[in-house]
T-cell receptor, first 115, second 111 residues
Framework: GAVVSQHPSRVICKSGTSVKIECRSL??????MFWYRQFPKQSLMLMAT?????????EQGVEKDKFLINHASLTLSTLTVTSAHPEDSSFYIC???????????FGSGTQLSVL | GDSVTQMEGPVTLSEEAFLTINCTYT??????LFWYVQYPGEGLQLLLK?????DKGSNKGFEATYRKETTSFHLEKGSVQVSDSAVYFC??????????FGKGTMLLVSP
């Protein structure tokens, strides 16, 4: 069964609204979670790395005030796209690292469409 | 910086056809190389990996050989099945331990 649960799988929202995407580790404690974004026909790009209990580390060019990441527990990380605009329309996918096995597991992704 | 280039999709094949999905990379040092697969509605899953030059990763009939001289890690399968229809991502890790992905290649296999 799934090791990582990501919701929602698809969301359509109006410009200016905020959207929250959840990533849950189902089988193990995830000290580190990663958020990726993929624009159409582009590579899957790392946005940020979040460590439980501390602030996320954002990659260059990613606005931390726009993409709020909260990793409040060892099983849940959330990505909130604030004041979404059409250019934020993209495929977002989370990844979690199993602390015990140093393996990576991925969610099924979220397709965000901003009208 | 590191980068991964893989062939544009979709790749459309008939069942039992031979599959090649090309992947080349640019990286500092000696990266580890991976192929991930995403079946419809599911998360990315590790398909195979190779950690040093000339290593061959294999799983579920898929193979890829780490070619340092050509900086390539092409994915191959001798006889594809309809159930292999998915999106395949080539990726690497070097030094800074986060994955660098390619764009993904969609494979569509028809009966």
């Amino acid at each position: 069964g799934a090791v990582v649960s990501q919701h929602p799988s698809r969301v359509i929202c109006k410009s200016g609204t905020s959207v929250k995407i959840e990533c849950r580790s189902l089988d193990f404690q995830a000290t580190t979670m990663f958020w990726y974004r993929q624009f159409p026909k582009q590579s899957l790009m790392l946005m940020a790395t979040s460590n439980e209990g501390s602030k996320a580390t954002y990659e260059q060019g990613v606005e931390k005030d726009k993409f709020l990441i909260n990793h409040a527990s060892l099983t849940l990380s959330t990505l909130t796209v604030t004041s979404a605009h059409p250019e934020d329309s993209s495929f977002y996918i989370c990844s979690v690292r199993d602390r015990g096995r140093e393996k990576l597991f991925f969610g099924s992704g979220t397709q965000l469409s901003v009208l | 910086g590191d980068s991964v280039t893989q062939m544009e999709g979709p790749v459309t094949l008939s069942e039992e056809a031979f599959l090649t999905i090309n992947c080349t990379y640019t990286a500092t040092g000696y990266p580890s190389l991976f192929w991930y697969v995403q079946y419809p509605g599911e998360g990315l899953q590790l398909l195979l990996k190779a950690t040093k030059a000339d290593d061959k990763g294999s799983n579920k009939g898929f193979e890829a050989t780490y070619r340092k001289e050509t900086t390539s890690f092409h994915l191959e399968k001798g006889s594809v099945q309809v159930s292999d229809s998915a999106v395949y991502f080539c990726a690497l890790i070097s030094g800074y331990s986060t994955l660098t992905f390619g764009k993904g290649t969609m494979l569509l296999v028809s009966p």
